[in-house]
DNA sequence: GAGAAGATCTCCT
DNA sequence: GGAGATCTTCTCA
């Protein structure tokens, strides 16, 4: 199993964000592995995105997006939950693709335990609920993305990915009219349209409005 | 040090 | 669909 090189991050954060989806999370504690398919990502993008938490410049909190591609970024929101993100693009520059579901493939029980919760959808389908079926915190900011805690490898699953498609960020207030989340069409485990997002009518990616400007 | 905001989730109606 | 929970981080005085 080979995780994705440093290189794969380095790169336009849109483009980035987009190949994530079908790619595989696998956590390691110790002897327990929990392992997912990313099917929902967004972008942030710089101190000019105005949803990025970089928007106003680097603070102790977000220090480690500008850091270097491939490693990270994990913070604590609303008092409750914990958010996962992975730096991109070159050093310095800060930016970061935020995982917001994924489909649970390894360790199922080991996350049903940690959520408690009745159905297998319920237990990923938003990017607080997957940090704590795969019990990120803190602690896992600013790791490689290459393991051994936490790997990011190619699904070695057969068959073609679904449709890629393209909405306004979630949760937002600012920025929403940018499609920088990406999703894979028709996947259980997408988090739903809700939430405040403003802008969220899908489209196919790759399409001509998902750009930086 | 105080107050406000926040990339969410869950429960209740 | 709405509101509360919960607490870290940041800004401002």
Not at 40 to 46: D, H, L, M, N, V
Not at 101 to 110: C, H, Q, R, S, T
Not at 173 to 199: C, I, M, Q, T
Request: proline share 6%.
């Amino acid at each position: 199993m080979r995780p994705l090189p440093k290189t794969f991050y380095a790169r336009d954060t849109l483009t980035v964000a987009a190949e994530l989806l079908g790619c595989e999370l696998w956590v390691s504690r110790g002897r327990q592995v929990c392992a997912g398919r990313i099917v929902e990502a967004e972008a942030y993008i710089g101190e000019e995105d105005p949803a990025c938490h970089a928007h106003r410049g680097q603070t102790n909190r977000n220090r480690v997006m500008y850091g270097a591609p491939g490693i990270s970024y994990v913070y604590f929101t609303y008092g409750n939950h914990w958010m996962l993100n992975f730096v991109t693009e070159r050093e310095g520059f800060p930016a970061a693709v935020l995982i917001r579901a994924v489909e649970p493939i390894e360790g199922i029980a080991l996350m049903r335990r940690r959520r408690n919760v009745e159905h297998n959808y319920d237990l990923t389908s938003g990017p607080g609920k997957l940090t704590a079926a795969f019990e990120i915190n803190g602690a896992d900011s600013g790791l490689p993305l290459s393991g051994p805690r936490l790997t990011v490898v190619k699904s070695h699953g057969s068959g073609a990915l679904p449709r890629i498609l393209t909405s306004g960020r979630i949760g937002v207030n600012e920025g929403h009219e940018r499609l920088w989340r990406f999703y894979l069409e028709d996947n259980p485990y997408v988090s739903k349209f809700r939430n405040g997002a403003r802008s969220n009518s899908p489209r196919r990616y790759p399409a001509k409005r998902v750009s930086r400007a």
